[in-house]
T-cell receptor
Framework: EAEVAQSPRYKITEKSQAVAFWCDPI?????LYWYRQILGQGPELLVQ????????DSQLPKDRFSAERLKGVDSTLKIQPAELGDSAMYLC????????????FGPGTRLLVL | KQEVTQIPAALSVPEGENLVLNCSFT??????LQWFRQDPGKGLTSLLL?????REQTSGRLNASLDKSSGRSTLYIAASQPGDSATYLC????????????FGSGTQLTVLP
């Protein structure tokens, strides 16, 4: 069964350092989402791609966060510089297209900023 | 802006009990309502998706209902098992052409053997 892949699974960094997360969606899925989930809360959307284009990044802290999906397949989310409050689970999800289908989630990357 | 609330935040039941998890949303203009399961430190697994035109969906021991007019959904779990222990999240799919999910904070379920 096809799955969404994410790496690394865990990342520990010091504040002010740069970190990057990678996501490979299910093959053929045009829509890709990055979420941030703080412990004890539900995921919050950071950025949504349709193919290589950003559909919505209104909740992305653009002063420190950036996301790209250059060829419309895999994606990278970067934080520079990391702050203590960035400690969270970063989840990637994909769906065949933007719309009413369910989203398929990867295992997530757990980030701890010291 | 859509807001989703889940009550209770945590629930502990003995094995074999039937239970209900509640989800409420503020904007009834949704395309669908989805229930997910999340095991500790893991990603989300989709359980059920109810289209806005539907009243309920069933999968095995799980039954989800949707009442758009009142802004509520329930997830019914029959004959609970220790393996059902996880956090259950509901998400409302709304928001124009982007069709985004707004999640609740989840209900952490523990089924005691």
């Amino acid at each position: 069964e096809a799955e969404v892949a994410q790496s690394p699974r865990y990342k520990i960094t010091e504040k002010s350092q740069a970190v990057a997360f990678w996501c490979d969606p299910i093959s053929g899925h045009a829509t890709l989402y990055w979420y941030r989930q703080i412990l004890g809360q539900g995921p919050e959307l950071l950025v949504q791609f349709q193919d290589e284009s950003v559909v919505d990044d209104s909740q992305l802290p653009k002063d420190r966060f950036s996301a790209e999906r250059l060829k419309g397949v895999d994606s990278t989310l970067k934080i520079q510089p990391a702050e203590l409050g960035d400690s969270a689970m970063y989840l990637c999800a994909s769906s065949p297209r933007t719309g009413i289908e369910t989203q398929y989630f990867g295992p997530g990357t757990r980030l701890l900023v010291l | 802006k859509q807001e989703v609330t889940q009550i209770p935040a945590a629930l502990s039941v003995p094995e074999g009990e039937n239970l209900v998890l509640n989800c409420s949303f503020t904007d009834s203009a949704i395309y669908n309502l989805q229930w997910f399961r999340q095991d500790p430190g893991k990603g989300l697994t989709s359980l059920l998706l109810i289209q806005s035109s539907q009243r309920e969906q069933t999968s095995g021991r799980l039954n989800a209902s949707l009442d758009k007019s009142s802004g509520r959904s329930t997830l019914y779990i029959a004959a609970s098992q220790p393996g059902d222990s996880a956090t259950y999240l509901c998400a409302a799919n709304s928001g124009g052409s982007a069709r985004q999910l707004t999640f609740g904070s989840g209900t952490q379920l523990t089924v005691l053997p």
